[in-house]
């Protein structure tokens, strides 16, 4: 069965260090891998996408593929108390479109404390 | 900025009516999806579709139907609702990217 597997949490770190959040995938054949936000009674947002093995830096976030290891992370530089959510890990075989096909993590809760 | 609304945000029905949840996106998108969401088993895939009159089965579709007569709109609708399909739905559209679009969610109890 493909998985996608995160610590649910909850991670804890002080405003301003960095986050790091860690993502294993079962499924060798996976080929877009991204990184959704959702906030406490919110849905889901897109906040990064990796599709090549390294590092994909957006602002303060980088998003990393090790496909060797079957692990993805998403760190979070400068933590601002407003990044407090859960993060899912989401793992796909298409490499575009195929959102059918996507399969999520059951997320990683995030905590941002002064 | 990509909108996807669905109708209801909270529901309260009782076990055996029939429950209508519509989702309408304004971004002309070919694919649309409908997911439940529940603590500590993540996002399912119930139902979506590529196209108008099109459905395919996702994960867990037993107990679910599908309607999509118009691109804009795609419904999501319970039989005969059991207590087991208290859930949060969310409906989202995409783009051949794969990113998700999502509304902001229903949140349906069964009693």
């Known amino acids: 069965q493909k998985e996608v597997e995160q610590n649910s949490g909850p991670l804890s770190v002080p405003e301003g260090a960095i986050a790091s959040l860690n993502c294993t995938y079962s499924?060798?054949?996976?080929?877009?891998f991204f990184w959704y936000r959702q906030f406490s009674g919110k849905s889901p947002e897109l906040i990064m996408s990796?599709?090549?093995?390294g590092d994909k830096e957006d602002g303060r976030f980088t998003a990393q593929l090790n496909r060797a290891s079957q692990y993805i992370s998403l760190l979070i530089r400068d933590s601002k108390l407003s990044d407090s959510a859960t993060y899912l890990c989401?793992?796909?075989?298409?490499?575009?479109?195929?959102?059918?096909?996507?399969?999520f993590g059951t997320g990683t809760q995030l905590k941002v404390e002064l | 900025d990509v909108k996807v609304t669905q109708s209801s945000r909270y529901l309260v029905k009782r076990t055996g009516e029939k429950v209508f949840l519509e989702c309408v996106q304004d971004m002309d998108h070919e694919n649309m999806f409908w997911y439940r969401q529940d603590p500590g088993l993540g996002l399912r895939l119930i139902y979506f579709?590529?196209?108008?009159?099109?459905?395919e089965k996702g994960d867990i579709p037993e107990g679910y139907s599908v309607s999509r007569e118009k691109k804009e709109r795609f419904s999501l609708i319970l039989e005969s609702a059991s207590t087991n399909q208290t859930s949060m739905y969310l409906c989202?559209?995409?783009?051949?990217?794969?990113?998700?679009?999502f509304g902001e969610g229903s949140r349906l109890t069964v009693l």
């Open positions: 989401v793992v796909t075989p298409i490499l575009t479109g195929g959102g059918n096909k996507l399969t």
């Open positions: 579709s590529y196209d108008v009159k099109m459905k």
């Open positions: 990796i599709y090549s093995n």
């Open positions: 499924d060798r054949g996976s080929q877009s």
């Open positions: 989202a559209s995409s783009l051949e990217t794969g990113e998700l679009f």
